[in-house]
């Protein structure tokens, strides 16, 4: 494991009777992706102030590489920053604007226009060294906004939601354009955003932010298949959330009586899951098999027969609506990959749900 060259211990922030941040610890690794996700108000850009200096905290500490930076200016932290509204100056060619942070640190003008143009090439972008920042369409912008940024080599940069401004498919783009800079570059980079498949598709680690305070901190697969709270759970990605009480635990697997009266197995990676214990059955639905009729009773997993109210294709895939008579809340949702060829569906008809033990995840309610 890399050694860490951002260490963040104990640090808060509030404002009056309003914790903005509670106390927190957190180490990134030195050329790590690290992603800041949450809801709005949950402290992800308030984190992200505090490590860039843009805000004080009202305790704990923040070091990079090393050094105690935690009152310390923005220009003491060896940080770049990139920023959703680009930050261009508009009367500097793109070339100017890149070369000044060089210029404010008296970078040699021979070794300031060789890294610019190193920059440049490496947002595959030299051929707009003397142009505008209006000359630029919105994805080119952003790239000069983190050719700025990664100019002077920065060990840390921060992004706060640079892609927010960007249609889906630009957006797309400019990620695929990110990672691979990340990979060159092994700068260590903390991200903001609110959207879980950028998250998903990014980072390395994902720290999963609500109310202030860390909800679960783990890879992208730890948190999707692994969340420790229904709040997880129910913030990345879509899934089914199922009432229900544990009746018998051997190692991660348990076994639970869903609300209605269905026996079924799970995974429990909480210790605090044991018998008697409410809990929630997490099932995702792209894992739930769809049967026409009642499927065979399994004793690797669970099923449920329920009656189909909905059906939405949303491009790639296909999500069914239906309702249980095990579930009176919000009905299921299971997904496939639509196919033009593929099975289908009526409304009102009865289908059967089956799912692997592996699937199904019980999580203390």
């Known amino acids: 494991m890399p050694a860490s060259n951002l260490q963040i211990t104990g640090l808060c922030k509030r404002y009056g009777d309003f914790v903005a941040l509670a106390p927190i610890d957190l180490d990134v690794a030195q050329g790590e992706f690290l992603i800041l996700l949450g809801p709005s108000g949950s402290g992800k850009t ?16 923040v070091r990079i590489n090393g050094v105690d930076v935690t009152y310390g200016a923005p220009y003491e932290r060896d940080i770049g920053m ?35 143009m190193q920059a440049l090439e ?42 927010g401004a960007l249609d889906k498919k ?8 990110i990672k691979r800079i ?19 598709t990014m980072s390395d680690r994902i720290c999963l932010m609500n109310a202030g305070s860390i909800a679960q901190l783990g890879t992208p697969a730890d948190l999707y ?47 605090v899951i044991r018998d008697g214990r409410p809990v929630k059955l997490m099932l995702r639905p792209q894992n739930l098999q769809i049967h026409d009729g009642p499927p065979a009773a399994s004793i690797n997993g669970g099923t449920l027969s329920a009656k189909l109210t909905d059906i939405m294709v949303t491009g790639s895939m296909t999500k ?11 009905p299921l949702v299971a997904a496939f990959p639509t196919n033009r060829l593929g099975r289908q569906y009526e409304i009102g008809q009865t289908l059967g749900l089956s799912w692997l033990t592996a699937d199904a995840v019980a999580i203390a309610g």
Not at 233 to 238: H, P, R, S, V
Not at 320 to 326: D, E, V, W
């Open 46 to 61: 308030t984190l992200l102030s505090l490590i860039a200096g843009l805000a004080q905290p009202d305790d704990g500490q």
């Open 82 to 116: 990139v920023f959703q509204n680009y930050a261009l100056f508009p009367h500097m060619t793109v070339a100017e604007n890149i070369s000044f942070p060089l210029q404010m640190r008296r970078t040699d003008a021979k070794k300031t226009r060789e890294k610019v």
């Open 122 to 163: 490496m947002v595959h972008l030299p051929h707009v060294a003397e142009r505008y920042p209006r000359e630029l369409s919105g994805g080119q912008q952003q790239r000069i906004a983190l050719a700025r940024c990664m100019v002077y080599r920065p060990s840390i940069i921060l992004m706060d939601e640079p892609l």
């Open 170 to 177: 630009l957006r797309d783009q400019m990620q695929l354009e």
């Open 182 to 200: 990340h990979r060159d570059l092994g700068t260590t980079i903390v991200y903001v955003t609110h959207d879980q498949e950028e998250a998903m």
């Open 225 to 271: 298949f692994r969340p420790k709270s229904v709040f997880v759970a129910d913030f990345l990605g879509e899934s089914n959330l199922l009432d229900a009480v544990v009746t018998g635990r051997s190692g991660d697997q348990v076994q639970i009586s869903v609300q209605g009266g269905a026996n079924v197995n799970a995974m429990a990676y909480d210790p």
């Open 320 to 330: 069914l609506y239906l309702q249980s008579h095990i579930s009176d809340a919000a």
